[in-house]
């Protein structure tokens, strides 16, 4: 079957817990052992106070749209998700920002406002990969 | 830097031949135009030429080797679109210490109509965490800041659109501006909707151009055919490359660093300015810079672009070549706006000439607000 969206490359090698994870529908963070702080994406020292001892954990998958846009168009060749889409920005409560989908909404700028409250949904696309994406929180079932 | 206010003065500038949609030209027939151009303004050589910068995908390497000389100092810093501006600081210095004595920084992309370019690839970071999700090109990225900014501030669609209504007005004095035909806001708001904020007339143009600007120390620019616009101040930074990692999603550290740096180099404060020339590859960009630079509060920026302030025969004028809205934008602008600049303190504008020119203020961003890049410009020390 054809991908609606293109698959994430490279994988880097930092980034390896954390596409372990989704394949196991865990959002793993990394998090500096130091200052305590989590962080994305994943790096060998941390952003926060330069330390290089960084741990993984399981992140609970709640957070807030901090941002959004509405897609009218595909911007991206391998991406064909039908139009319009949310482009989302999350907030993770451990603190980290990241880039998503927002889905189980109508995608209308009059129903959507940033810092609403969002979970995370795991999108399978192949054995090997499996994406993050966001609904709002309790909403969608 | 304070030492070195004034020591040094733009002496040439000048666009490629043609600005537009030019598929019977290259990339780097665009870049070479425009340095044999502006170093013509300048009344100087090719062969005067010592010391090359420029950004994105030629380095100063090919365009040496293109021009068939051999420059002793070269910069090759490419952060982004405002990367030109931030190498007249590093021409300052160079052309200060004598490491070089005719510094040429420019530009040329086919933008429009990719010839000879090279193909553009993700990298890890957006290839591994952006593109599965359909972000691909900058209106899918500044509309985030600019939503939030909305939130945040109560800014509306209608602040926005004004910023295009003004630009467009200065077009329409701009003989080289591709868009010339007056807009109102409500044209703003009904032109097609690409990304939520953004309708078509939000977004930049995509163009093919050249640009190129020639520096030299003051001293000898007294020998050079037009008068000398002196470089008062300079200033640059960067914050994130992601829009994940702008710290503060809605204000520019960068932004705020670059103009901090420049303002106190030159000497001066807001009010000494009498023309602006901001990136506006948005329109949400101009008024966030002003707010980053400190012109303003954040959440007030956009009360710069009301009839009678950033229009023309307004108070401060805005981006008087009718800026990537509306004149040209290639992919990386900034050269353009220092041309403007030069351009307006020399007094050569013709209908859209700001009177009593005498401080510019050149601020430009490189990526999503990620760096930037100002310059303070005048016709006297």
Known sequence: MELERPLPQPITPEAKPYWDGLREQKLMLPRCRSCRRAFFYPRVVCPHCHASDIEWFQASGRGKLFSFEIGYQSFNKAFKVKPPFVLAMIELEEGPRLMSNLIGIEPDP????????????????????TLPLFRPAGGAR | MKELRNSVCIVGVEESDELGTLP?????????????NA?????????????????????????????GIVPRYVDGTTVGGCSFIIMVGHALVALHHGLCDVAVVCHGESGRSQVGVTPRRDTAIPGQYEAPF?????????????????????????????????????AALNPKAKNREPITIADVLNSRLVCYPFNLLNICLVTDAGGAVVLTRADRAKDCAKKPVYVRGAGEATEHVSLTQMRNLTFSEATRKSGDKALVMAGVDY???????LYDAFTSGPPIMLESLGFCKPGE???????????????LPINTN???????????????????????????????????????????????????GTLVLSNEK
């Open chain 2, 271 to 277: 009010k000494d300015f009498n023309h602006i020339m």
């Open chain 2, 134 to 170: 359909g972000f691909g090109g900058a209106s899918t990225m500044f509309g985030m800041i600019t939503t939030r900014h909305m939130h945040e501030h109560g800014t509306t669609l209608e602040q926005w659109a004004q910023v295009a209504v003004s630009t467009r007005q200065w």
């Open chain 2, 301 to 315: 920026g956009v009360s710069f672009f009301e009839q009678g302030r950033s229009t023309p025969g307004g108070s």
């Open chain 1, 110 to 129: 009059k129903k959507i406002h940033c810092d609403m409250p969002v979970e995370v949904v795991f999108e399978k696309l192949t054995d090997e990969i």
């Open chain 2, 39 to 67: 170093v013509r303004d300048a009344g100087l050589k090719i062969s005067d030429v010592d010391g090359i910068f420029t950004a994105g995908q030629h380095s100063p390497a090919t365009i040496g080797e293109a021009l």
């Open chain 2, 24 to 36: 019977h030209k290259s990339q780097l027939t665009l870049h070479v135009e425009a340095i044999r």
């Open chain 2, 322 to 372: 009718g800026g990537g809205l509306s004149y040209t934008h290639s992919g990386m602008y900034g050269i353009f706006p220092i041309i403007e600049a030069t351009r307006q303190l020399r007094g050569e504008c013709g209908a859209r000439q700001v009177p009593k020119c005498r401080v510019s203020l050149v601020n430009g961003m490189g990526g999503m607000l990620s760096a930037a």
